[in-house]
């Protein structure tokens, strides 16, 4: 429970920050800005804080922070073995490679349960 309230403290705090003069914001497109012609085909993504729209980025291509998210299905992975969907721009430091990443599910098999309820003899005993 405190947990939860600290963590709701945390966001409304984020909130204000974000809501307050002078924080950082994107400037408003207006009139027709000149974005660059896409290649034919290719996934079109939103970059923050553009007007313009930019092409994903493929498998094998870099990613980062500051580059366009890579294309559906795939995840952006840095040499330390860590993938994500998009790269958020505060984490300014993460470089990485557009590629095919399979997730495994991890399962975990408790046949004990009865041993972790309240009131066996191994709780009450405190083993």
Same mark, same amino acid.
């Given at each position: 429970m405190r947990d939860s309230a600290l963590f709701l403290s945390f966001c409304i705090l984020c909130i204000t920050i974000l809501q307050a003069p002078g924080a950082p914001r994107c400037p408003p497109c207006t009139g027709h =800005? #000149?974005?660059p012609k896409l290649r034919e +085909?290719?996934?079109?993504v939103a970059l923050p804080c553009s007007c313009c729209d930019d092409c994903a980025r493929l498998i094998g291509e870099n $990613?980062? @922070?500051? #580059? =366009?998210? $890579? @294309? #559906? +299905?795939?995840?952006c992975m840095n040499m330390r073995g860590e993938a994500l969907e998009r790269v958020p721009r505060i984490m300014r430091t993460y470089h990485g490679i557009c590629q095919n990443v399979v997730v495994q599910p991890v399962v975990v098999e408790n046949t004990d349960i009865e041993?972790?309820?309240? +009131?066996?003899k191994h709780y009450r005993n405190g083993v």
């Open positions: =800005p #000149s974005c +085909g290719c996934e079109r $990613c980062s @922070a500051y #580059s =366009p998210r $890579c @294309a #559906s +299905g795939l995840m041993e972790r309820q309240i +009131g066996s």
